[in-house]
């Protein structure tokens, strides 16, 4: 209802400004004559209409800029609207200690003073909708007592969800009209982008992606993720442990701390390739924004995800697929990599295999001969994923995701240290993924997900037995009664012989293993070890007497 409001109040002000001021323009005594033949010649002039389409993106050069991204790349949508959202994060005013004091009493439900003993009254981080401040709990939880709270601003996100629902009705009706925008697909589009926007501002799921995050880096000494205080978490507020950081762009806080840039920036492309590819569970819209590096003495030098409020994850196939497939992109086995496309569905059936080849060979062999320094893996698994497009094939967008994941992860590694071997590091990254994925480790996790389907299967192999010995006695009633009784019984023949055949070779075996072990046994050893200690003359005598007998 707010959104048809909305809708309608934008359409009345279109007319009634707009109209106006054509009216204002238009000469005294000659307005509505004036207005038809303004039209006319707007309509009939072709250069004045390739001036205006060129005017209007100036009149909107970030609209214009979106909307030409989204026509060469639509995949690019969700990250190209959270940076416009980032670049106006400043545009905001903070809220004061009156406001931010009404709002956490709203969110929680009693005063902040019950739960804070303090709250820094300025923000350490001022978003467009959302704000974060330093705060000590009045009682530890877990070990914390200094924690970071998150409060989201409703009314701007209000606005920000009417804004989303307005894009909607836009992207549907031009879809009615146009179609180009059917092509393009421009309400599901909006819609996605809607859905992406609720992400953002969702902190109950933010604090379950944090969690989740947290339980898969929990034993890697590289990197550190805030734990969460769930009693203090609701729908407007995100409270986390508070750990004094960094960022990681800042080369001289690094230096001052005393921190390895060298090594943070090796741990920053291991991290986020084995959060993607090996996990399954990785940052959507990463970037330098999102990631810190702590400078308490306890966790000194170690990267910190605090931010995680785009997510996404990748199936076990999508996962396996991009492992070894970067493996033998590596490798430059470009046969094997061609093979994986066609398992994978990304290409159509009747796409030859030599042509793909060939095409991943073209984009490829260029970045094996530049030199090792300048090599980029994010630009080489760009070629991985989308040398299928001109084959009419795709891969799903969660892999791409995952792809410029890594490439902004690898770029922001080059900015901290430019002389990082991102190549390398990926490659051997990826290949210790896919060895451990291949070996033992590898095979019982495939036997533990395959185990629950067994638990049901099995019990139901006597019903299956039955069903399949009712339905060869059906068939035996049938038309052709006589061969399939025929062929039953040739089959019971042929088993009975083939059964009484091992039995009779099992037999032989025993023997002839028993008649082996008989004759090249030493009984005279086996006696003499049953033997107790004597004199030598006795037991010669003994040895004597025992050959006499036999």
Known sequence: MRSQLRQLRLLFCALRYGIRLIWLAAPEHHKLHWIVSLAARMRDDERLATHLSSALPRLAPLAGAFAQTLVNKPELAATTLHDAIDAVDHFEEPLTPQQLDAALHAAFGKPPQTIFSWIAPTPSHNGWCEQTHVARLVLPVNGHQMVTVRVLRAKQVQEVDDDAALLCAVARWLERFSGAARKLGLRALAQTLREDLQRRFDLRAQAA????????????????????????????????????????????????????????????????????????????????????????????????????????????????????????????????????????????????????????????????????????????FHHLLHSVQPFGGEVSPRLAAAQRAFGNAETLARTIHPGVDAWGIASATLMDIAKRDLGPQGWIKRLSQELPHLAQIAPRVPQLIYHFMQHHTHAAHGPNAAQAQAAALEALRREHRRTRALLIACAVTGVLIGVAATLFATPSFSQASRMPDLPAAHAGHFRTASSVQS
Do not use: K
Not at 266 to 291: C, N, S
């Open 209 to 380: 992606n944090l969690s989740q995050t947290g339980h898969h880096l929990a034993n890697d000494a590289r990197v550190l993720v805030p734990d969460v205080i769930w009693d203090c978490c609701t729908a407007q507020t995100l409270t986390v442990e508070h750990i004094d950081t960094v960022h990681v762009t800042d080369l001289a806080g690094l230096a001052e701390h005393h921190i390895n840039v060298t090594r943070v920036a090796a741990h920053l492309i291991e991290v986020v390739t084995q959060q993607a590819f090996e996990h399954g569970f990785f940052h959507a819209a990463f970037d330098a924004r999102r990631v810190a590096v702590s400078i308490e003495p306890q966790t000194h030098g170690r990267l910190i995800f605090a931010s995680a409020a785009l997510m996404t994850s990748l199936s076990s196939p999508e996962r396996e697929f991009f492992v070894h497939g970067a493996t033998a992109l590596f490798e430059q086995d470009y046969a094997r990599l061609a093979a994986l496309h066609h398992v994978a569905g990304h290409v159509p059936t009747h796409a030859r295999a030599e042509q793909i080849e060939a095409e991943l060979r073209t984009r490829s062999e260029a970045h094996f001969a530049s030199d090792a320094s300048t090599r980029s893996a994010g630009a080489l």
